[in-house]
């Protein structure tokens, strides 16, 4: 399938935050949702990966990086809410200022989830959780290919 064919298609660019402290990988959802998420977001145009995660934690947990490291990409094709979208999720092995920080979005709520519960559990992209499960046991950086038909 084409999708630059398709009217209702996204090509977006993200960067995500994966961080982990004391065996407990911190994970976001919207209220009530049965699935969860990285914390991050889109890429704005002229902004760097870095820029991106820097602002985007600090809008969502109200605390600052004290370290970042790329660890690897999801290309993620889905549709929802009536658009395909073709995702390119970069992900980060983040280190925060303070551990303290809290979902600061009315909408949103996080979790610290230990690592053996987090590897079972309903995290989008699926893809994404599966090899941070591999990186936390091999250290690699990774490549993978997710496709949904629904999100």
């Not at 809008?59 to 094709?77: A, H």
């Not at 980060?92 to 009315?106: K, M, P, Y």
């Amino acid at each position: 399938m084409i999708l630059h064919s398709i009217p209702y298609s996204r090509f977006e660019l993200t960067a995500r935050g994966i961080i982990i402290h004391r065996n407990k990988v911190l994970l976001f959802r919207v209220k009530k949702s049965p699935w969860y998420y990285f914390p991050g977001g889109h890429i704005e145009f002229m902004e760097s990966t870095d820029q991106t995660l820097a602002r985007e934690i600090k809008e969502e947990l109200g605390v600052g990086i004290r370290s970042s490291r790329y660890i690897g990409t999801i290309e993620n094709f889905f549709f929802e809410h009536r658009y395909w979208h073709h995702v390119l999720e970069n992900a980060f092995f983040v280190t925060l200022a303070s551990t303290s920080g809290r979902a600061l979005e009315q909408h949103e709520e996080c979790e610290w989830v230990p690592l053996d519960r987090f590897k079972s559990m309903d995290v989008r992209p699926r893809a994404l959780r599966d090899q941070i499960v591999k990186w936390t046991h091999t250290k690699r950086s990774f490549w993978a290919i997710e496709r949904t038909k629904r999100r």
